[in-house]
């Protein structure tokens, strides 16, 4: 059950980013045709665009770990199914809930501190921070939950 609310919710926000990388593309060509055909480029396009690859970096992290479509360096190579392959496995996991719990913790208290002060972009936009950094806080957490249920996955095959 929490396997399956962990996949929908990472496959949720995988989704979320796909539309992001299409409206970035649209918002970049657009901005492309007014500069050089109209001669007035949109002025909030660059920062909208910032913040948009903000989500689409973070938000598609945890189902590309659960799919397994991570990058990885294989130091033993093996069969899913050996006790060494599933060794490594639960090593991997313990790496990344140790990153992932960092970097969900020090993204919280940075993401409380720009909230609290109402920082701001350095822009005409003037866009709160807490919006991107949201996105890095949103897509560690889901990491860390995704870890933690595949440690717990893993260490139930090793128990067999």
């Known amino acids: 059950m929490i396997g399956k609310f962990l996949d929908s919710l990472s496959r949720l926000l995988f989704t979320i980013a796909v539309i992001g990388t299409a409206a970035v593309l649209v918002i970049v060509f657009a901005n492309v045709v007014a ?12 920062e909208a665009t910032a ?14 770990w659960r799919q397994d479509w991570h990058i990885k360096l294989d130091l033993f190579a093996g069969k899913e199914n050996t006790t060494l392959y599933q060794v490594k496995q639960l090593f991997v996991c313990l790496a990344t809930v140790f990153f992932s719990c960092i970097l969900a913790w020090q993204t919280a208290k940075a993401t409380y501190l720009v909230y609290a002060q109402d920082m701001r972009e350095p ?17 560690s957490a889901l990491l860390l939950l995704a870890g933690l249920y595949s440690l717990y996955e893993t260490a139930r095959k090793l128990r067999r």
């Open 35 to 46: 500069r050089f055909f109209f001669n007035v480029p949109f002025f909030w396009s660059e």
């Open 51 to 64: 913040i948009i690859v903000v989500f689409i970096t973070m938000f598609p992290v945890a189902y590309l």
């Open 123 to 139: 822009s005409l936009l003037g866009a709160p921070l807490w919006i991107s950094y949201s996105a890095l806080l949103i897509g």
